[in-house]
């Protein structure tokens, strides 16, 4: 009788052991975007930033990246993007210096590497333009799923960009987890970040 209450006494410790260790575990990641992670596109590019130094995801590991599709010409979606990007790196405040912000042209007729240049960093200085031939360009939103077309203006330089207005996040080893809607509100980008940074 001693030896069975012995075994029993074993075993409930064991279980409570077990117990212990699975409320320890982490708990998943909720994010209050839109949760890309697992998805099986936007793996990698390979373009020029407007330093003209050519750049793959893994240049970027170590920290989050955000990577928008757009076009300097673009009169809206664009500058309001990038302004609410710069208002996000504020708001993390040291921790924006693990972020790395990429707006990549999807018109590079026009923008060249020195009208990105001028662009880009107005918003933020540590904030990169990336750009490549039509086929490179073509290349990349295929892999991100980005759509883009050029709307013909009333002179054939005159012409406006169609495209995907949406934002991804990367983590710090360049998977991508996160959609960042237009209009999303900054402290929805900021909490995510600050997610994927902890």
């Given at each position: 009788m001693k030896k069975v209450l012995a075994f029993a006494l074993i075993a409930v410790s064991l279980l409570a052991a077990c117990g212990e260790k699975k409320a320890e575990a982490p708990a998943k990641v909720v994010f209050q975007g839109t949760d890309l992670t697992g998805a099986s596109f936007a793996r990698d590019f390979a373009l020029?930033?407007?330093?003209?130094?050519?750049?793959?995801?893994?240049?970027?590991?170590?920290?989050?990246?955000?990577?928008f599709f757009g076009y300097t010409q673009c009169p809206d979606v664009c500058p309001t993007?990038?302004?609410e990007?710069?208002?996000?790196?504020?708001?993390l405040g040291p921790q924006a210096d693990q972020v790395q912000v990429l707006f990549v042209t999807v018109d590079p007729e026009r923008d060249t590497?020195?009208?990105?240049?001028e662009y880009v960093p107005v918003f933020d200085k540590?904030?990169?333009g990336l750009y490549g031939t039509p086929e490179q360009t073509a290349a990349v939103a295929k892999e991100f799923k980005v759509?883009?077309?050029?709307?013909?203006?009333t002179t054939p330089g005159s012409y406006s960009m169609d495209h995907t207005a949406a934002s991804y996040v990367f983590d710090k080893q360049g998977k991508i987890r996160l959609l960042l809607r237009p209009g999303q509100p900054?402290?929805?980008t900021v909490h995510d970040l600050k997610l994927l940074l902890s």
């Open positions: 020029t930033d407007h330093n003209g130094k050519p750049r793959t995801m893994a240049d970027f590991k170590g920290k989050a990246v955000i990577m993007t990038m302004a990007m710069s208002e996000v790196m504020k708001q590497q020195k009208l990105l240049a540590r904030f990169l759509m883009y077309a050029k709307v013909p203006g900054t402290s929805t």
